[in-house]
């Protein structure tokens, strides 16, 4: 097997790569959204938070049967990498996905990353060949969808008025795409409330959220084509902000939102912060984006308190996805 660098102007073997993605996505987690060529050219040049990683392109006889990813920050975890293989269905159990991860953890090493992370959807072959080589699972995390057709919105406005007494003494706030400057370091430092979220065993150091940070995410999603919606919820007699939810919309495929964080910060809980943001979202979507249809949210299963917060929005789950971490 040859292994090619990624690059976002190799359009054929992008495409190609995409192509395999998809693939693997009909027969391990059919529910999910498609990959298109725009959203992974997206992610190689942009990342998150412009730390787009590194994609290999596994070629057999001239055609890609395999994709790997190597994902670290700068930020912090400075010993991690978070390792993806992507094998096509009619190209599994042949050593590929073997030839890929031995390559994956050269690359880590090379970085100085003895600490491996990796995924895989419960019930896929993606597990056992995790177990294989060594990871030890140590978390699992439900993806939610919300599908707006579904959704009662005069249930969504009852609890969000119900929410708005709890949290009266907080009002919210509504910021489309950047955070104005002035903001930038209320938002960042309130973003690092993120890090009280369940890891269960995950080995994982808290992230840091600095200003240049939150605006690097920033710019790297807008650059992805994604529309940015945050709604914060600021103390009103002290102006703290309290915390926020974040939604992105496709501007390719405007019918598809990705939920990113949801977080209150720890001094301003017991007062339904998170149900009068998400409810907020909601109402605020419904009326800016029309269009979108579904609304996609990730929680560790251990995460009772967001959990029961999405369901009571509607939210059902559609698949689990097991965390695994080893060491090179």
Request: net charge negative; charged share 30%.
């Amino acid at each position: 097997m040859d292994f090619i660098d990624l690059r976002p102007e190799d359009l054929t073997t992008v495409t190609s790569a995409v192509e395999l993605v998809n693939a693997a996505q009909a027969v391990d987690s059919p529910w999910e959204h498609s990959t298109t060529v725009v959203g992974m050219v997206g992610r190689m040049r942009y990342g998150w938070d412009l730390e787009p990683g590194r994609r290999l392109a596994g070629v057999v006889d001239g055609r890609v049967v395999t994709l790997g990813v190597v994902e670290t920050s700068e930020w912090d975890n400075l010993d991690l990498a978070w390792l993806g293989v992507t094998v096509h269905p009619d190209a599994r159990r042949r050593g590929h996905g073997t030839g890929m991860l031995e390559r994956l953890v050269a690359m880590a090493t090379e970085m100085g990353r003895p600490k491996l992370g990796t995924d895989a959807w419960d019930g896929t072959p993606g597990v056992p060949f995790a177990e294989k080589h060594g990871f030890v699972k140590k978390s699992q995390a439900i993806n939610r969808r919300q599908h707006l057709a579904e959704v009662a919105f005069d249930r969504v406005e009852k609890l969000h008025d119900e929410a708005r007494t709890a949290a009266a003494a907080y009002e919210l706030v509504r910021v489309l795409g950047r955070t104005p400057d002035d903001l930038l370091p209320a938002v960042a430092e309130m973003s690092a409330s993120i890090n009280d979220a369940p890891l269960d065993d995950l080995e994982i150091e808290d992230e840091n959220f600095a200003p240049e940070r939150i605006r690097n995410y920033e710019t790297a999603q807008l650059s992805r084509g994604q529309r940015l919606y945050r709604l914060v919820a600021r103390h009103r007699e002290t102006g703290a902000l309290a915390g926020h939810t974040v939604v992105a919309v496709e501007e390719e495929r405007p019918t598809i939102g990705d939920q990113h964080d949801t977080s209150v910060v720890a001094d301003h809980r017991g007062h339904r912060l998170g149900l009068f943001l998400k409810s907020g979202m909601n109402l605020w979507l419904r009326e800016a984006e029309p269009q979108l249809e579904t609304i996609d949210t990730w929680n560790a299963e251990s995460n009772d308190r967001m959990i029961g917060v999405n369901e009571e929005l509607g939210y059902r789950a559609m698949g689990r996805v097991l965390e695994f971490q080893r060491t090179a």
